[in-house]
């Protein structure tokens, strides 16, 4: 049974370039939240997809972007990247019909570490 | 809004020592509370929860009890191996915030020494 897989695993980019991200649920979940994790600090939540739509977000710029398709996988785009964006990426999929974090608690992937120069 | 407070780290520990990371949350309501861990170059993992007061999260020789009078769900282990080394996150959700979103605390590094 797959996990969360995203990819790329790693990504140098330079400031004002953009990027994009991937991520893949764990098979039976059709919830995707991503979370930016900067060096020394906890997960923030960035938003979260259900049926291809944003469902929440957190306090995070416009700058930021996300989109869910179809078969539940999950984009997550920057523009105009800053320094300050450097961070371990992480997405974690879950169930909808479940409610609540706690009775489907978040799986997450390995994460994207991006370096931006 | 919801925030978590982590003990600072980083904590060493012999092996076999006891275990304790403290953590307090600020919530209204009743939020859920958790820990995750998260092992080097790999995601995080759930490692234990709990929904109300009173309630005690275990996995793999770990505890946690959720205290609505101290809000507080402190990380117990009476004898921590070397493959315990990991960095630990308490979180919750609910409360004044979203159910379906995790706030996180700073996390605490923890490193077993043989």
């Known amino acids: 049974d797959a996990g969360v897989t995203q990819s790329p695993t790693h990504l140098i980019k330079t400031r004002g370039q953009q990027v994009t991200l991937r991520c893949s649920p764990k098979?039976?979940?059709?919830?995707v939240s991503w979370y930016q994790q900067a060096l020394g600090q906890g997960p923030q939540f960035i938003f979260q997809y259900y049926e291809e739509e944003e469902r929440q977000r957190g306090n995070f710029p416009d700058r930021f972007s996300g989109h869910q398709f179809p078969n539940y996988s999950s984009e997550l785009n920057v523009n105009a990247l800053l320094l300050g964006d450097s961070a371990l990426y992480l997405c974690?999929?879950?169930?909808?019909?479940?409610?609540?974090?706690?009775?489907?608690?978040?799986?997450f992937g390995n994460g994207t570490r991006l370096t931006v120069t | 809004g919801n925030s978590v407070t982590q003990m600072e780290g980083p904590v060493t520990l012999s092996e076999e020592a006891f275990l304790t990371i403290n953590c307090t949350y600020t919530?209204?309501?009743?939020?859920?509370l958790f820990w995750y861990v998260q092992y080097p170059g790999e995601g995080l993992q759930l490692l234990l929860k709990a929904t109300k007061a009173d309630d005690k999260g275990s996995n793999k020789g770990f505890e946690a009890t959720y205290r609505k009078e101290t809000t507080s769900f402190h990380l117990e282990k009476g004898s921590v191996q070397v493959s315990d080394s990991a960095v630990y996150f308490c979180a919750l959700s609910g409360g004044s915030g979203s159910a379906r979103q995790l706030t996180f605390g700073s996390g605490t590094q923890l490193t077993v020494l043989p």
């Open positions: 974690a999929s879950s169930l909808a019909s479940a409610g609540t974090s706690y009775n489907s608690p978040l799986h």
């Open positions: 919530a209204t309501g009743y939020p859920s």
């Open positions: 098979s039976g979940h059709d919830t």
